[in-house]
């Protein structure tokens, strides 16, 4: 089944991107969007979708944590070259593998399109992404064609909700932050 470009499927979570191919026996290394590779152990199934559009539905057969990857084994990918195939696809889950939230956690996800404004009441703009860096993850918060990425901390978050973010940011962190 070939599908538009960029589109998110219905009912599905992006959690991962195939890293490469591990090994000579089809199994592939994901690189885990959320930081928690373990979760992985709790999708018996996946999702990828290839960058032309293409989505393929796989069981896992295997997997084991590699650090800030899962090393997976996909039902019917049995050799390497197929594995080289799916590089680059997303990695998306059905909803219901997520697991249950205390009442105090969300998932990012779920506030995505937030408006964030600071404690005066300021808007800085609306959550589009989260981005994985090597010192954490970042809010990409966008108003108009002004982009700037905020650290997700917790002495900078101040409520999050899923229409409004409240955030406590020191001063000039939006000025030093500000994507060129």
């Keep these: 089944m070939v599908g538009a470009k960029n589109v998110e499927p219905t009912g599905l979570i992006h959690v991962g991107t195939v890293a490469k191919p591990h ?38 057969s295997s997997l084991r944590v590699q650090g800030k990857f899962v090393v997976v084994a996909l039902a019917g990918v049995i050799d390497r070259n197929r594995a080289e195939e ?27 399109g937030a408006e964030v404004v600071d404690v005066q009441g300021n ?9 994985t860096t090597g010192g954490g993850e970042l809010l990409v918060v966008r108003k108009d064609s002004d982009e700037v990425l905020i650290p997700s901390r917790p002495e900078f978050l101040v409520e ?21």
């Design 86 to 112: 799916l590089y680059g696809s997303q990695v998306w889950v059905d909803q219901e593998y997520l697991a249950p939230l205390a009442d105090d956690e969300f998932y990012w996800h779920d506030v995505m």
């Design 23 to 60: 090994g000579i026996r089809g199994e592939v290394k994901i690189f885990c969007l959320s930081g928690q590779p373990e979760n992985f152990r709790d999708y018996p199934a996946l999702v990828l979708i290839a960058e032309d559009g293409e989505r393929c539905d796989y069981t896992v």
């Design 123 to 131: 808007v800085i703009g609306n959550l589009i992404s989260l981005m």
């Design 160 to 180: 999050i909700g899923a229409d409004r973010i409240i955030v406590d940011l020191p001063p000039g962190l939006l000025d030093i932050n500000r994507a060129k």
